[in-house]
């Protein structure tokens, strides 16, 4: 059965904000990486938005190898996106569901292929309400923002989980993979 994993960018203090991060040549790598391992990434309008700047560096590359190694790996991943206000997208590996995202999460699992990855925080946080998330892959920027969207917001209970491993970059955030204890 294909895993779910949560996997984003947030700050020290848990907030959600892909301006915030450091984004250096060697996140991009650890997320092109990443894309590798995927067959599939969901995300929510805003979040799938902000991802469509990649489609200019596709076009105009910047001469940055992991910017523009990044741009080909989101370019050709299959992406789901779950928005109430749009009514088509043009990104040729971009699809809009046509089902909720928990009917969506449980035929994607039953189909053969690579894990599928959530990249929004809406998302993350609706499938961790449903316990749908089989791991956590948190890049925690050595940033304090004070302010912002919480990546975990309306999540009421405890989850307990269990460090997997961790990752350090030279920037000095750290990618934490945890999964959930229940899911042992």
Partial sequence: MRKVIAAINITLDGFCDHTAGI???????HYSELL???GVILYGRTTYQLMEYWRTVLKNP?????????????????????SN??????????????KDIKE?????RQQTGKDIFIGSPSLIATLTKLNLVDEYQLCVHPVILGKGLPLFKNINDRILLKLLKTKE??????VLYYEPQDKE
């Fill in 23 to 29: 984004a250096d040549d060697q996140l991009h790598q």
């Fill in 36 to 38: 590798s391992e995927a």
């Fill in 62 to 82: 910047t001469g940055n190898k992991s910017q523009d190694d990044f741009a080909v790996m989101i370019d050709k991943i299959p992406k789901i996106v779950f």
């Fill in 85 to 98: 206000t749009l009514k088509n997208i043009d990104w040729e590996s971009a699809k809009l569901a046509t």
């Fill in 104 to 108: 969506e999460i449980l035929e994607l």
């Fill in 169 to 174: 970059l030279v920037s000095g955030a750290i």
